[in-house]
């Protein structure tokens, strides 16, 4: 019997935790950057979901090899098939992760005809929709206290401009949308 070094101790715990997880995930999600904004977030999506995906693909591979092995499997540190079997599992998905760009330095480079109706200016058109909304809010408030006065019809078309604005606003967005 051998005495375990601290190195297969290592090397065989990434192999069970993390390194298959991580290779699956950057497959999956290539599209997921650990850099620049919202990197943090992205970060512990990825550890998490390399951890989860790892501990999975253990037990899966470790019921493949029990049930495929004729005399049965049993997981010694001095016949390492579990993790042979990892291995060969992560180097797979290292290869459709690099396929799919998911090493890739930088940004990935969009085309310029595709566009991300999500992306740049959808904060500021909250901002204005919320904008607009308070004033509709104000002008209704305003032509309750004003009814029969010489004010009236002037907040009414005040109102309605504002109203016009909104719903040409949300027409533009969803019409980006639906391209």
């Known amino acids: 019997m051998t005495v375990l070094s601290g190195l297969e101790a290592v090397v065989g715990g990434l192999l069970v935790f993390f390194v298959p997880g991580f290779f699956v995930t950057r497959a999956l999600f290539p599209e ?7 990197a943090l977030t992205r970060f512990v999506e990825t550890l998490t979901l390399s951890f989860v995906l790892s501990l999975t693909l253990t037990v899966l591979v470790g019921y493949v090899l029990l049930t495929a092995a004729p005399g049965g499997f049993q997981a010694y540190w001095s016949d390492p098939v579990l993790e042979a079997a990892l291995a ?3 180097v797979v998905a290292f290869g459709a992760g690099v ?35 308070r004033e509709e809010r104000r002008l209704q408030r305003a ?12 907040i009414r078309e005040h109102l309605q401009r504002v109203r016009s604005e909104t719903e040409e606003l949300r027409s533009r967005r969803e019409a980006e949308y639906a391209e």
């Open 32 to 38: 997921w950057e650990l850099q620049g904004r919202g």
């Open 88 to 90: 060969g599992v992560a």
């Open 99 to 133: 396929a799919r760009g998911a090493f890739r330095r930088g940004t990935p480079v969009r085309s310029p005809d595709e566009s991300d109706p999500g992306g740049p200016g959808a904060w500021e058109l909250t901002r204005e929709l919320d904008r607009l909304g």
């Open 143 to 154: 032509l309750q206290s004003t009814r029969g006065s010489a004010e009236e019809r002037e």
